[in-house]
């Protein structure tokens, strides 16, 4: 069975690096998009970012500056580094794995992460 | 634009049929897919492509597709089934991953 399962720092204070990792156990790292999704205390959902197996990436527009994610197939696993952080940036963090349809123009999350919560504070 | 939007809440009654909607111009190009999210949990996967559910999602959901809208629906709502659902797709250029701003779903 595949699992995803987020690993990283619950407290970051202001203007650090937020880093976190998503370990892929059950199934190789070599296909499909693999995604940065956060939630913020009572809010939906917002995508921050993908790596595609291959090692390109694309990101939130309003976080692009800010944001860097990377991947390591050979020890299964992607990261996140969230640069700058403020308070705004406290919210859980979910890592996802997002496939693309075959032959059906379609996108979807079939598996998540239980999530991280990262609370930005001194 | 790219964006997605759903209605922020949804009242349904015991065991009656219930639609969430999700509009944007990229869902001309993508089908929508959709999750279902409860407090302190991850969002899991109820609908995807055309009409397709994980193993696992009760038939009682189902998708379905009219011009920039989708549409999710609950035959015979459960209690169970309370919860906030969102929409995902791409942008039209399948670039952006796009969520809906969600819909909180209330069984009476």
């Known amino acids: 069975q595949v699992q995803l399962q987020e690993s990283g720092p619950r407290l970051v204070k202001p203007s650090e690096t937020l880093s976190l990792t998503c370990n892929v156990s059950?199934?190789?790292?070599?296909?499909?998009?693999w995604n940065w999704i956060r939630q913020s205390p009572g809010k939906g959902l917002e995508w921050i970012g993908y790596?595609?197996?291959?090692?390109?990436?694309d990101y939130n527009p309003s976080l692009r500056s800010r944001v860097t994610i990377s991947i390591d197939t050979s020890k299964r696993h992607f990261s996140l580094n969230l640069k700058s952080v403020t308070a705004a940036d406290t919210a859980v963090y979910y890592c996802?794995?997002?496939?693309?349809?075959?032959?059906?123009?379609?996108?979807?999350?079939?598996?998540w992460g239980r999530g991280n919560l990262v609370t930005v504070s001194s | 634009s790219s964006e997605l939007t759903q209605d922020p809440a949804v009242s349904v009654a015991l065991g009656q049929t219930v639609t969430i909607t999700c509009q944007g111009n990229?869902?001309?190009?993508?089908?929508a897919s959709w999750y279902r999210q409860k407090p302190g949990q991850a969002p899991v996967l109820v609908i995807f492509?055309?009409?397709s559910r994980p193993s696992g999602i009760p038939d009682r959901f189902s998708g379905s597709y009219s011009g920039y809208t989708a549409s999710l629906t609950i035959a015979g709502a459960q209690a169970e089934d309370e919860a906030d659902y969102y929409c995902?797709?791409?942008?039209?250029?399948?670039?952006?991953?796009?969520f809906g701003g969600g819909t909180t779903l209330t069984v009476l």
């Open positions: 996802a794995r997002e496939k693309r349809g075959v032959n059906l123009p379609t996108w979807y999350f079939d598996l």
């Open positions: 059950g199934d190789s790292i070599s296909s499909d998009y």
């Open positions: 790596i595609y197996y291959r090692g390109t990436t």
């Open positions: 990229s869902l001309r190009t993508y089908y």
């Open positions: 492509g055309q009409n």
């Open positions: 995902h797709s791409r942008d039209g250029s399948g670039s952006y991953v796009l």
